[in-house]
Nanobody, 124 residues
């Protein structure tokens, strides 16, 4: 089993930035695709972006150019750098890990393991 833990959420003013982290307990992400999703109040879960085991990345149009996904060299942690935040970015952000060999990785059903989420609140 893979246990995922998100961190780095908080309250930020519009135009500000946050860096979210996703860590897997007891193992690396070397054999996984890691995705980021979010759920805003009264909305469905929304795809944010993903990074594959080979380092390929893709983003939703709503965050493209503002958000960046990366991992450390040891692939123990995946990051979501969120810049130019707006109130529409307010949501609980989740990371997820997929061991599927092929996508589409924008589909939540491709992900077997999910974290508990971290709250991002953007004011003004």
């Amino acid at each position: 089993q893979v246990q995922l833990v998100e961190s780095g959420g908080g309250l930020v003013q519009a135009g500000g930035s946050l860096r979210l982290s996703c860590a897997a307990s007891g193992r690396t992400f070397s054999s996984y695709t890691v995705g980021w999703f979010r759920r805003a109040p009264d909305k469905e879960r929304e795809f944010v972006g993903f990074i594959t085991w080979a380092g390929g990345r893709s983003y939703a149009d709503s965050v493209k150019g503002r958000f960046t996904i990366s991992s450390d060299n040891a692939k123990t942690t995946v990051y979501l750098q969120a810049n130019s935040l707006t109130p529409e970015d307010t949501a609980v952000y989740y990371c997820a890990a997929s061991d599927a060999l092929m996508g589409p990785y924008y589909e939540g059903a491709k992900y077997k393991y999910w974290g508990q989420g971290t709250q991002v609140t953007v004011s003004s």
